[in-house]
């Protein structure tokens, strides 16, 4: 007799590899909090040469970490805070991906200067824009299939979500390595937007083996002429990101995941990038929840 699909097997002994994926039940309902905040300060850098301080080298022996963090002068940042709320179904599920129809029921949005009071504003949604069909791979990663041009606040969202679990079984302590994207960001009327490898590690399991608990931990590192910027401007970018998962194997699904990641950017232009360049910095907080 088999196990059914999203159960945890009593008796798990101390040591087994476990299988972490997400393969929610069919007729199941998911319901999602996101809460994000974006905290950015752009200013221009005197001299030549880039300010963007190098990596030092972890004395642990691990990834290497940018030796800078942002700085805590909060007179020239703009900060944004999103909150959104939003609940799906579960209509197929399979051995290759899942199935699920995302609405999205509110959207809150704060913006001003980090010395401010913001007041929220609730984003008006049409019939149209709150409905999303997403496709779930077992590894976490999500798909959308022709969403509306007005759906974007939950399909960014949605769509940002990266395969971050293991193909095979894993035993606690086990690490792996995965690409995250970063969100594109605006410095000096350019784009900034790059790849980050992080390494993710399972940390612990509760007693049966109903929750894992996973951290990540990330280094970005780009020096250089981007292709997408005009010929001649350089591009200097470093930061970290750092969080942790959460994955409930009885429900198969990923309940809590919470993220920092910090970034400086410079861009100069001119001659091989020899201009005074504009610096951007960039702290983004992100917890997504499911209950």
Do not use: K
């Amino acid at each position: 007799m088999t196990a059914p699909q999203g159960a945890v097997l009593n008796g798990q002994r101390r040591g087994d590899a476990v299988l972490l994926l997400v393969r929610p039940r069919v007729g199941d309902t998911l319901r999602l909090q996101v809460e994000q905040t974006v905290a950015i300060r752009g200013r221009r850098v005197d001299g030549e040469r880039s300010s963007v301080p190098p990596l030092l080298a972890d004395t642990r022996g691990g990834t290497p970490a940018p030796a800078y963090g942002p700085r805590a002068d909060r007179t020239n940042t703009r900060v944004t805070r999103v909150q959104l709320f939003a609940h799906s179904l579960v209509e197929a599920s399979d051995l290759s991906s899942s199935t699920l129809l995302a609405t999205t029921d509110s959207i809150v949005m704060w913006t001003g200067m980090a010395r401010e009071t913001p007041r929220p504003v609730r984003i008006p949604l049409g019939d149209e824009a709150r409905q999303v069909r997403v496709a779930v791979l077992p590894n976490g990663a999500m798909r959308m299939s022709d969403p509306p041009p007005s759906a974007i606040p939950l399909g960014v969202t949605l769509a940002s979500m990266p395969g971050l679990l293991p193909e095979e079984p894993v035993t606690v302590g086990r690490t792996w390595q995965r690409d995250m994207t970063l969100p594109s960001l605006p410095v000096n009327a350019y784009r900034v937007d790059g790849v980050v490898q992080v390494r993710l590690r399972l940390d612990s399991l509760s007693r049966g083996g109903r929750q894992a608990w996973m951290s990540l931990t990330g280094v970005l590192r780009r020096d250089g002429a981007a292709r997408e910027l005009p010929a001649g401007t350089r591009l200097v970018s470093a930061g970290t990101i750092r969080g942790t998962l959460t994955v409930d194997r009885t429900r198969a699904w990923i309940t809590d995941a919470r993220t920092v990641m910090e970034l400086q950017s410079e861009v100069a232009s001119g001659p091989t990038g020899s201009g005074r360049p504009m610096r951007l910095e960039v702290r983004i907080v992100q917890r997504m929840r499911v209950r």
